[in-house]
């Protein structure tokens, strides 16, 4: 009998339902594609050329784990600035998926139950997996606002860390300042570690980004310059919490990413200076237009952030049924069930142009 080479951990989740989408948008020769889950802007010129000299100075070796000074520098001093905690500290991490990652692998135990709100980043329930510990998903549906009380009554003895995400994908929902909070308090009350992923923050349209470090100080937060400056592909992210947690989450940086590629890291430091207000306005009109566009063709949940709206699909169709018959015309959207235990929705990205999304709308609405 030949021993089996492939861990059983891998086991605990597969990706199949996401990469058979990409599989049908392969096929598509000229997709209208309001599928991706990443801005559709250039990396902001200065920041372009941050990592260019970056790169021509040299600066091309490994970092220090934690990551090169001057960003750490800065990131600790606008968090200071911004939370006046004694405890907390930065790091810069290999994206934001690094981050979580190493989060991960710094508090879950085997059997430790991670709660977290469904629809979520794919992610999450496949590193919660990893890790050994037990997924908790909390449905939010069908207005996708966090139930305290539903939290309250998932949490047992076992329960290690909620993690929350606001600007949310797949659904570009913001958590109100009074979700946020209640939440902090419930964790701190508790004492779970409050995990919040931060990536759309730079994405909010209605009202100023709130964080729930800002009711609990020992949240643990990650975030990243991926979604902010169109950088995905360059791997920065930070994570800032507890000192404790961060030491732990850079040793184990140490032994596996090693840290975030150097050139990209000058390119972050950059970063901090681009005023983003213009992209942020650019992306607000577009949220804007699929609101206007759907209105009255969908049940939508008014997004108040990120760059995706999750409508539902009509009575009597799942989300993969929705999915096919726009497919079948050239538009690539994303079913809900791949974020989701339930197949009711669909996810549109609007990080696209405006004629893109013009065509998408139409497409949508000629569905129904
Ligand atoms: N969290 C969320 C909610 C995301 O949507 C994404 C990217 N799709 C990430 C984390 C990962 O981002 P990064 O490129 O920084 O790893």
């Known amino acids: 009998m030949p021993r089996p080479w492939i861990a059983e951990r891998t086991k605990a989740f597969t990706s199949s339902g996401i990469r058979r989408v990409f599989d049908l948008a392969a096929k598509l020769k000229d997709p209208i594609n309001l599928s991706i889950g990443q801005p559709d802007f250039a990396v902001p010129e200065r920041v372009r050329q941050a990592c260019i000299e970056a790169i021509n100075e040299g600066r091309n070796g490994y970092s220090q784990t934690q990551g090169i000074a001057p ?9 200071e600035a911004r939370y006046g905690h004694e405890d907390r500290q930065v790091f810069v991490s290999s994206g934001t998926s690094g981050g979580l990652v190493l989060a991960m692998m710094a508090l879950v135990n085997p059997g430790d139950e991670v709660i977290y709100f469904d629809p979520y980043f794919v992610m999450y329930p496949s590193l919660i997996a ?8 909390i449905s939010t549906y069908p207005d996708f606002r966090i139930d305290l009380e539903r939290v309250e009554a998932a949490i047992t003895p076992r329960t290690k860390m909620i993690v929350v995400n606001s600007p949310a994908n797949p659904t570009g929902i913001v958590a109100s300042d009074d979700e946020l909070r209640g939440l ?5 009350r508790h004492e779970i570690a409050l995990v919040s992923d931060e990536i759309y923050s ?3 349209y209605d009202q100023p980004f709130v964080s729930p470090a800002k009711f609990n100080p020992r949240t643990i937060v990650i975030d990243g310059f991926s979604k902010s400056h169109a950088m995905t592909g360059w791997r920065v992210g930070y994570v800032h919490g507890p000192a404790e947690v961060i030491e732990t989450m850079i040793k184990l940086q140490q032994y596996t990413f090693v840290c975030a590629p150097q050139p990209a890291q000058w390119a972050g430091l950059e970063a901090m200076d681009v005023d983003l207000s213009s992209y942020r306005d650019a992306y607000r009109d577009k949220r804007d237009r699929i609101v206007e566009g759907l209105r009255g063709y969908y049940e939508l949940v008014h997004p108040g952030g990120a ?25 690539l959207v994303i079913p809900g069930g791949i974020f989701s235990s339930q197949d009711t929705h669909f996810r549109i990205s609007y990080a696209a142009s405006d004629e893109t999304l013009r065509r998408g709308i139409e497409i949508l609405r000629e569905l129904v």
């Open 184 to 188: 902090a308090e419930l964790a701190e």
């Open 202 to 204: 730079s994405f909010q």
């Open 130 to 137: 990893l890790a050994g510990g037990v997924p908790v998903p």
């Open 307 to 331: 760059f995706y709206a999750f409508p539902k699909a009509p009575e009597g169709t799942t989300g993969t049924e929705l999915v096919e018959r726009a497919i079948a015309r050239g538009l």
């Open 71 to 79: 960003l750490r520098e800065r990131l600790q001093a606008e968090i």
